[in-house]
């Protein structure tokens, strides 16, 4: 699940966007990796919470569409609750974390 909150402050405006995985993952460790860190597999980490769901939390600049993957055990996971998906250059998905404040994701019901 992917989760956002707009906050004002007087420096401006970012956007809270809370990274979760269920805490049926199995995994020892799974990080964040996107354009937000230079793809960097290891600079942030995931953490278990009190009922052992793995988060992440990132403040973002808003009015931006992020990439982002999950990097973890030497292999990338999915995620179906993205924003997006965008093929990256080797030929998978990247997915998509949409920071603009009028952003509404579609959902057709299938």
Do not use: C
Request: hydrophobic share 40%; proline share 5%.
């Amino acid at each position: 699940m992917i989760h956002k909150t707009f906050l004002t402050r007087p420096e401006g405006t970012i956007v809270r966007v809370t990274f979760t995985l269920p805490a049926s993952l199995q995994a020892d460790r799974i990080f964040l990796v996107g354009d937000f860190n230079d793809w960097n597999t290891t600079s942030h980490p995931f953490a278990r919470d009190a009922e052992g769901n793995w988060i992440f939390v990132l403040e973002l600049e808003p009015g931006r569409a992020y990439q982002f993957r999950y990097w973890s055990d030497g292999q990338w996971l999915n995620d179906g609750d993205a924003d997006a998906y965008v093929i990256n250059r080797y030929g998978t998905d990247n997915f998509v974390v949409i920071t603009d404040p009028l952003f509404r994701r579609h959902d057709d019901g299938g």
